[in-house]
């Protein structure tokens, strides 16, 4: 097998050069080719001082990005795929480049971003010092489906790696129930205890004694500080806990379970944004490294660019966010979000399925678990949809109230921009898919030189 791991680093290393010379560096065929000459080059790969994995439903991208920058930030080498590759191939690719061609390695720390079902074959091997559950929630019926076979295989991949820290979420009732050797809380404070009446409900019942839960604090879906009057289950203690954020400008103060208080200025304009920087602060907090030199270094980490972008043009503020198709819980997220303000806003939303991809499905069920009775506001002044399911977008439009002169479903995507308008408008969404984000890129472009032209004349 030995061999079998040089014949694999030494072919994977040629790829990558023959691919670098040809521009197209971020392609995982190197580590698709690792991965088939040697199934177990994960576990003989040396690893640098630092290991860290980040999985979960929601935020692996941000948190992995996070985490590169800041280390970048204290002068480290770090081996990251920034295309968010985070299935073994992926990770084989990944691994290959932080060693030489001697299997010594070439950096500092490898960050990796890891898919939620298959994180128990990959990190059984790789055996990362850090291990980071975001959070878990219901994902797409293509992929995940139903949130405790997530939890399941997350679990799984936990019991698989004994010597790691393994970072989790107290608010998230759902992976706080993860059994970990080395466990680390975050958690972050709320000022209210209702719960908005959401489509989907992942944590309804105590999972001790099936009774009816109480939050404490809630922040969005099912996430929260939680009780059971019944059994007296609850939320474990934080190890690392945000007690105050301000989205406004970013600030975050984190308690640690000393009693410490440490003020970050972080890029964060939301509550989820906000816990994947307590996250982040707990995994280096963990490692060694201290309050004052991550409030140095704090705003050099940036929330990557294709999962949200602000650009002020002639007095409107155009923006684009990434919003996950096939999935009702990060949609309904990011709307619950977006119109907590008295701007008055136009949505263009690029978030559709193909029927002509053949790796993709018909199912249209997800809009039905997508609250979009968030954007029955008045202040939402239009929404414009176009492509494949524009037809579906107006039906299930009408279902949740809003107007019909308040919305725009057209069957090409090319034509979304003819119907942006500016009058009264403060801001601009293009929400977009994940594959889509080049695409977000060009409409939010479009829209800006529409604008520009409409305010010259």
Request: glycine residues 6%.
């Amino acid at each position: 097998m030995r061999i079998r791991f040089w014949i694999a680093l030494w072919a994977g290393k040629l790829a990558m050069a023959v691919l670098k010379l040809l521009g197209k560096e971020e392609d995982d065929r190197p580590g698709i080719l690792i991965y088939r000459l040697c199934p177990d080059f994960l576990k003989y790969v040396r690893k640098p001082k630092y290991t860290v994995a980040v999985t979960g439903t929601n935020g692996k991208s941000t948190v992995t990005a996070l985490i590169n920058d800041l280390f970048r930030a204290m002068g480290m080498k770090t081996s990251f795929n920034t295309w968010g590759a985070n299935l073994k191939a992926g990770h084989c690719y990944l691994m290959a480049k932080s060693v030489n061609i001697l299997n010594r390695p070439l950096v500092d720390a490898c960050v990796l971003e890891a898919d939620e079902t298959s994180s128990a074959a990959n990190m059984g091997a790789l055996q990362p010092d850090t291990f980071i559950v975001t959070n878990i929630s219901r994902d797409s019926l293509r992929r995940n489906g139903h949130p405790l076979y997530i939890k399941e295989c997350i679990e799984r991949a936990v019991q698989l790696m004994p010597k790691s820290t393994v970072i989790l979420s107290a608010d998230d009732p759902i992976s706080c129930q993860i059994t970990a050797k080395k466990p680390v809380y975050t958690a972050l404070e709320g000022d209210s205890a209702e719960v908005p009446d959401y489509r989907i409900k992942d944590f309804t019942v105590c999972p001790r004694c099936h009774q009816k839960p109480r939050y404490i604090h809630h922040h969005y879906l099912h996430i929260g500080k939680f009780v059971c009057p019944s059994c007296g289950y609850h939320s474990p203690e934080a190890d690392y806990d945000g007690i105050r954020f301000n989205p406004a400008d970013g600030s975050l103060v984190i308690r640690e379970k000393n009693g410490t208080e440490t003020a970050f200025k972080t890029g964060a304009t939301s509550v989820f944004n906000a816990f994947n920087y307590v996250q982040v602060v707990a995994y280096f907090r963990s490692i060694g490294i201290t309050n004052e030199k991550l409030k140095l270094i704090m705003e050099q980490a940036k929330i990557p660019a294709s999962r949200e972008t602000d650009e002020k043009v002639k007095g409107i503020t155009l923006s684009t966010r990434l919003c996950k198709g096939q999935t009702g819980s990060s949609a309904s997220t990011l709307f619950e979000h977006i119109v907590q303000t008295e701007e008055n806003l136009e949505l263009v939303l690029m978030v559709n399925e193909e029927y002509g991809n053949i790796d993709a499905h018909e199912t249209i069920s997800w809009l039905y678990d997508t609250d979009y009775e968030f954007l029955n506001r008045d202040n939402i002044r239009r929404i414009i949809v176009g492509g494949p399911n524009y037809a579906d977008y107006a039906v299930r439009f009408r279902m949740a109230g809003i107007p019909a002169d308040r919305f725009v479903c057209v069957p090409d995507e090319q034509d979304l921009v003819k119907h942006v308008t500016f009058d009264g408008i403060d801001r601009i969404y293009v929400l977009h898919e994940c594959d889509a984000v080049t695409m977000g890129r060009r409409c939010k472009q479009a829209i800006k030189q529409k604008l520009l032209k409409d305010r010259r004349r």
